[in-house]
């Protein structure tokens, strides 16, 4: 079985910060690959309530082509083929049925949903376990210290600070740039393979 760490996500569209934050994590915890798992543009809407979704094809040729220059990302689309939104306790079970034994990597803004909005936690929590990135310079300490669910939940978890290079750079920038037209400027948070393929797609609005 090898160990991996799943990324799932947006990527609406994947930027810089996400392709090397996954590599810093990835790097940390002495690993060889990530699992780039991008979710269902319905899901994308109607659930996390942004006001726009590159198409499912889109963000995972996206994806494709970043992993084409770099042998360490493995881009899966088992989510995109569900019928719905696959949570992600079942995510991870299917990556264990074809060889991978995943931690789940996302940032630490993350970590103030898991009460009320993920199912399976301990699930997770026991079989695979979590990778948090610090974000945004979060006390993790405070953040456990004062909710009682995550911190009976504590050993679940392992703690990777992000780069301080990639705070501040978001797919929601990206979008704004390409809606107003600042495409030079949106051009410094998206990997040039993601750039190139929205410039020929006519993507960059």
Known sequence: MEEVLLFGGAFNPVTIA????????????????????????????????KDFSFSESSRLEMLQ???????????????????????????????????YKARLLFGSDWLSNLKTKWKYVDEIGNEFSFVVLKRNHDSLEEIFKSD??????RKYFTFINCPDTYQSISSSQVRHLLKEGRSEEAKKYIPKEVYSYLKEKGDLL
């Open 18 to 49: 996400h392709i090397q934050t996954a590599k810093f994590a990835m790097d940390s915890l002495h690993l060889k690959k990530v699992i780039f798992m991008p979710s269902k543009s319905h899901y994308i809407l109607q659930d996390e309530k």
């Open 65 to 99: 082509k970043v992993a084409k220059n770099n042998s360490w990302m493995v881009v899966s689309s088992y989510e995109l083929e569900q019928k719905e939104q696959s949570r992600t306790y079942f995510t991870l079970k299917h990556l264990e049925s074809i060889g």
């Open 148 to 153: 009682s669910y995550l911190k009976e939940r």
